[in-house]
């Protein structure tokens, strides 16, 4: 199983960018996919998951960012809008095979499998 993350890059204050997330494995289909970041001399966390029809959001992207999934391709999918230069991390997509209780969907240990991280940079 790997996970192939892409989409980032260096964007301006206001400006937007589109991850993506594909996930391989003929059999691989995660009940769990989403997004954590780490920021320089900081520790990974939550950006945004979606667990079979529910979207979960950290509080500091809600109404900026949204997250999708296209089934058919394994593949989640984080549009980022007004993007602000604290959102600049390495954005790593997660996911997990078995469903979890919602309390645990933030937290960066209840992932099985991880991306490589994409980095963006949002300048001021």
């Known amino acids: 199983v790997q996970l192939q993350a892409s989409g980032g890059g260096l964007v301006q204050a206001g400006g937007s960018l589109r991850l993506s997330c594909a996930a391989s494995g003929s059999t691989f289909n995660p009940y769990h996919m989403g997004w954590f970041r780490q920021a320089p001399g900081k520790e990974r966390e939550f950006v945004s998951t979606?667990?079979?029809?529910?979207?979960y959001y950290a509080d500091s992207v809600k109404g900026r960012f949204t997250i999708s999934r296209d089934n058919a391709k394994n593949t989640v999918y984080l549009q980022m809008n007004s993007l602000k230069p604290e959102d600049s991390a390495v954005y790593y997509c997660?996911?997990?095979?078995?469903?979890?209780?919602?309390?645990?969907?933030?937290?960066?240990?209840?992932?099985?499998?991880w991306g490589q991280g994409t980095l963006v940079t949002v300048s001021s």
């Open positions: 997660a996911a997990r095979q078995n469903r979890i209780i919602t309390g645990l969907v933030k937290r960066a240990g209840s992932y099985d499998y």
């Open positions: 979606t667990s079979g029809g529910s979207k």
